[in-house]
């Protein structure tokens, strides 16, 4: 039988354990890596990210996330979801819009191009680009972009896509996949970008090559 004192003592011991433990940050925090997007703190808008200088992700915005990225200096934002646009949250010409719809349940590349070229033009910056919640298909735009423009890898580039804390749901592997078998060669040749490096170049040819029109169903 344990006397009252010894089990008030470990009961305390395992009461401030749980609090240490609750306290602690994760190794999913401790090990993120310093080139993933970092959060955009003290606005309204959603899921809210940078990617690198004068280029950020996030979820859709409404009127007044509008006015929070006006006040960050975007002056143009990349709709990739469906429906009829961002028009009916922005007065004026201060922000410019461009919207590429597309749909989670299969990406198709000349839209793909048609989003990089958009991404990749320095008349665009400072750029926001989204979807509605700015975790799948933005999410793979973004991983596409670090891969295609930022020579990343591609596996580098999916696991910022799942493990960045973005929301990407696993129920949209198909973009993950699709983001594997992307021509990189093919993007970056229409994108009129310069050759990458001998790495980057291996791992581009070891890429499925996907057909102009393709799209890439759920598995």
Sequence with gaps: MIRRPTLSLALSALFFCAISLQAAPGPEILARPAEW????PGTSVGNLYRIEDGLYRAAQPTAAGFTDLSKLGVHSVLDVAGGAGDGA????DAIRLFHVPMSAWGLHDDLVLQAL???ADPANRPLLIHCQHGADRTGAMVALYRVVVQNWSKADAIREMNEGGYHHSFLWKNLDHYVDRADVAALRKALGLSAPSAAADAEAGAAQVLGPAAAVSPR
């Design 37 to 40: 997007a970092t959060a955009v």
């Design 89 to 92: 949250f922005v007065s004026g």
């Design 117 to 119: 070229r958009i991404m």
